[in-house]
């Protein structure tokens, strides 16, 4: 029973570039939510995609956007890089109406020159 | 504006004695709880959860209580295992769908 996984594990980018990064959920899950772990610091929710429409958005500019497919993967894309946007962007996956418990995958660490 | 604190950033506790870790949250509309547990390199691990409508609820070797007068929540890990070190967020939320975190407390249980 594959968990979540996220792709890529590391990327590094420069200031004003643009990413894209992938999720695919838990088995059975049909929800995706997007979290940013800065250092020492706990996860900060991006949003969160139900049925292929943004359900619910945290406190992130425009720059972060997302999608979610019809077989529930989900991507993060986030525009004109800064050096702030460092850190390390974890992906959730749950199942329905209520989307909790969350179940997370490791991560992409993200790196911004 | 920090919505769930974690005061403790680090905890050490002998093998098999009581772990217990705190959280403290300020909006009184979050009726669902979490804990993660995270290793290096890994993304958290779920391990319990508790609703508004209860108190307690237990799992194993651990147990998380709420008290929703106090706006704080606790977990008990009993006995704690050297395998139990890693750090330790607590989330809560008012929909179920956005989680407010913590900043964690980092275990280290001693052998």
């Known amino acids: 029973d594959a968990g979540v996984t996220q792709s890529p594990t590391h990327l590094i980018k420069t200031r004003g570039q643009q990413v894209t990064l992938r999720c695919s959920p838990k088995?059975?899950?049909?929800?995706v939510s997007w979290y940013q772990q800065a250092l020492g610091q706990g996860p900060q929710f991006i949003f969160q995609y139900y049925e292929e429409e943004e359900r619910q958005r945290g406190n992130f500019p425009d720059r972060f956007s997302g999608h979610q497919f019809p077989n529930y993967s989900s991507e993060l894309n986030v525009n004109a890089l800064l050096l702030g946007d460092s850190a390390l962007y974890l992906c959730?996956?749950?199942?329905?109406?209520?989307?909790?418990?969350?179940?997370f995958g490791d991560g992409t660490r993200l790196s911004i020159l | 504006d920090q919505q769930v604190k974690q005061n403790s950033p680090s905890l050490s506790v002998q093998e098999g004695r009581i772990s217990i870790l705190n959280c403290d949250y300020t909006?009184?509309?979050?009726?669902?709880f979490l804990w993660y547990k995270k290793y290096p390199a890994e993304g958290p691990t779920f391990l319990i959860s508790?609703?508004?409508?209860?108190d307690k609820n237990e799992d194993g070797r651990f147990t998380v209580f709420l008290n929703k007068s106090a706006k704080h929540l606790s977990l008990h890990i009993v006995p704690s295992q050297p395998g139990d070190s890693a750090v330790y967020f607590c989330?809560?939320?008012?929909?179920?769908?956005?989680?407010?975190f913590g900043t964690g407390t980092s275990l280290t249980v001693i052998p």
């Open positions: 989330a809560a939320s008012d929909t179920g769908n956005q989680f407010y």
């Open positions: 959730a996956s749950s199942n329905g109406r209520f989307a909790w418990p969350q179940h």
């Open positions: 508790i609703s508004s409508i209860k």
């Open positions: 088995s059975g899950h049909d929800t």
């Open positions: 909006n009184s509309m979050f009726d669902y």
